[in-house]
């Protein structure tokens, strides 16, 4: 590195304000493209909550958003509103339960819709101000985490290398996934306030301390992440008895213990879905997932591994890519190893950031891997790697490797933030393609909108995303037969039925297990009552996913008030499309091809 880049950067170090703020400011001009998006997915469920439309007109007024905007399956939350108006799968699991407790950030969705609330550019720059926070806190947390042990111009870098990085896309241009820098923003302050308690010796800072932390789960569960580090701390670099150690850890338990408490009291959590696991509710499934999807999500930090695809890949493949990702993370270990046994200030530091990194990857692998969770994890990643590129081994094949992964978290990573920031809108398709590519005659307001295959999210956010807009009709209810991604045969066996014959048996991947967990197995036999039809399961595969399912409706299927859709596109470089679809001739077999998840 130049002389003069070096110099800039160790005066950069020097100054904690002027850095914590720099890096905030260059995640925002990085991620300001996000001002020309509008609203995707779970954001139109939180238009309709706040303004009161659609279907959630008729809410009880019991049901605040500050308690139920985040409840999207269980008690008390959206399933009552799904099932009134038969958007829920035929599948759903009677049980499942997916309600996140975020008050904080339910707050700041609130202000948006008393103050600017048909404005996405004002709700965006909201987000993008939670964003700048969120990664200057961070990263200041980080710089007092590193400073005094290690040069300031590796401190510098480690902030810098966290600023560009690509995670931050999501939570910074998905109004819905602001709530992970809001817990960044809080969390980064619990940091900062402990360390002053801890190795200022600042008595006064331990409350703010657990202050923070509290705001931080406040905003979400990704706050857990501040906590991770704190106990990364306090077992790598506290230099106090073992004892004392650990006693400054009991105000944090107490806190989370709490916080668990009022979560759980509250009906809070997730139950019985595919894609979220309680680790509190289900430890011993936890377990399970964490094997296969944290090694997931440490490969993820490392190298630029597309970890948002493992929802569409097939189940039965989830073990074998843990395994594959296991083998990224050892070669990490490897190459990061002469750093990790060393002595002193190095090695402490080495240390912290991957014991911490490793930590705060515990409670997201509770969902499916996804790049939009590693915000807190992300600083260890990225200040280990500007600390193995500066106090490394300065030859051979680690100093190039080194070498390449500064390149790959900094300017690469930039570029990746901002094509990422640009490119959300192709997310919205999963959610917006049913609401996008449903007819739009008047007829269907008088029509049940039948998917013959699809997602749940493009079938549930039809009519919600259309009642929010009004820009076209909603139908009078919707269906989902089958998941858009497997490949079915469908026969017709009179006027009223379709069997469909799943090739891999239906539910056969983790985006098609929102609503059923793989361990909640169906059994041949099993009827399904649903408004205007009837699922029967006639046979299913080995692990009780249902392979053969006879659907009859209530009419026959040529009715005018059955309106039929299908997805149609196998490009995975093409938008899938969603256009008309006609049932079969008595006796006859066709085969749903599977459709691209996305453009």
Do not use: K
């Not at 509008?38 to 007109?57: E, I, K, N, P, V």
């Not at 150690?245 to 009906?267: M, Q, S």
């Not at 393609?433 to 079938?459: C, I, K, S, W, Y």
């Not at 399904?528 to 080995?542: L, M």
């Amino acid at each position: 590195m130049p002389d003069v880049l070096l110099r800039l950067l160790a005066r950069l170090g020097a100054r904690p304000l002027a850095l914590a703020v720099l890096a905030g400011t260059l995640t925002v001009l990085l991620c300001l493209p996000a001002l020309g998006h509008g609203w995707y997915g779970d954001d139109w469920f939180h238009r309709s909550l706040l303004t009161r439309t659609g279907m959630f007109a008729a809410v009880e007024p019991e049901h605040h958003p500050v308690w139920v905007l985040f409840r999207f399956l269980g008690p008390g939350g959206a399933t009552a509103f799904l099932d009134a108006n038969g958007l829920s799968p035929w599948w759903a699991d009677a049980d499942v339960r997916a309600a996140f407790l975020r008050p904080l950030s339910a707050l700041t969705h609130m202000l948006d819709a008393a103050l600017w609330p048909g404005s996405a550019p004002l709700q965006h720059a909201h987000s993008l101000l939670w964003t700048g926070l969120g990664v200057a806190s961070m990263g200041a947390a980080l710089r007092r985490m590193l400073g005094g042990a290690l040069p300031a111009a590796t401190v510098a870098l480690a902030v810098l290398i966290y600023a560009v990085e690509d995670a931050h896309s999501t939570p910074a241009a998905w109004l819905a996934n602001r709530n992970a820098m809001v817990a960044l923003a809080f969390g980064g302050l619990a940091i900062q306030a402990h360390l002053r308690w801890v190795v200022d010796g600042r008595r006064a800072c331990a409350p703010l301390a657990v202050g923070a932390a509290a705001l931080a789960l406040a905003a979400a569960e990704a706050g857990l992440g501040a906590l991770g580090w704190i106990l990364a701390w306090q077992l790598t670099c506290d230099p106090s008895p073992w004892p004392r150690r650990l006693a400054r850890l009991a105000p944090h338990v107490a806190l989370v213990v709490g916080w668990r408490l009022l979560y759980d009291h509250w009906g809070y959590g997730a139950e019985n879905s595919g894609l979220y696991v309680d680790p509190g509710a289900g430890p011993g499934l936890f377990l399970g997932v964490l094997a296969q999807r944290w090694p997931v999500l440490v490969a993820g930090l490392w190298a630029p591994l597309p970890v948002d695809l493992w929802a569409v890949v097939p189940a039965r493949l989830h073990t074998a890519v843990g395994l594959a990702a296991g083998a990224v993370v050892a070669g990490m270990g490897a190459l990061a190893w002469p750093v990790l046994r060393a002595p002193g200030p190095v090695g402490d530091r080495a240390r912290l950031l991957a014991l911490g990194a490793g930590v705060c990857l515990v409670p997201p692998s509770a969902t499916f891997p996804m790049d939009r969770v590693v915000g807190f994890a992300a600083a260890g990643s990225a200040a280990l790697a500007a600390l193995l590129w500066r106090h490394g081994p300065q030859r051979g094949p680690r100093q190039a490797l080194a070498l390449g992964l500064v390149l790959l978290h900094g300017p690469v990573s930039a570029g990746l933030l901002v094509a990422r920031v640009w490119g959300l809108p192709l997310m919205g398709e999963v959610f917006g393609a049913g609401a996008e590519g449903a007819p739009t005659d008047a007829a269907l307001a008088d029509q049940t909108l039948v998917f013959a295959n699809g997602t749940d999210f493009a079938a549930i956010y039809t009519p919600v995303q259309r009642a929010a807009t009004g820009a076209a009709p909603v139908p009078r209810a919707t269906v989902l037969l089958a998941p858009a991604l497997g490949a079915h045969e469908v026969h017709r066996t009179d006027d009223h039925t379709l069997v469909y014959t799943a090739e891999e048996g239906f539910l056969a991947r983790g985006m098609d297990q929102l609503f059923r967990a793989p361990h909640r197995p169906m059994a041949p036999g099993t009827v399904v009552e649903r408004p205007g039809f009837t699922a029967e399961v006639r046979s299913c595969t080995p692990d009780g996913r249902p392979q053969t399912v006879a659907f009859r409706f209530d009419r026959v299927l040529e009715d005018p008030g059955l309106r039929w859709v299908a997805f149609t596109g196998l490009d995975p470089l093409a938008a899938p499309h969603l256009g008309p679809w006609q049932p079969p001739a008595v006796g006859q077999t066709v085969t749903l091809a599977p459709a691209a998840p996305l453009r």
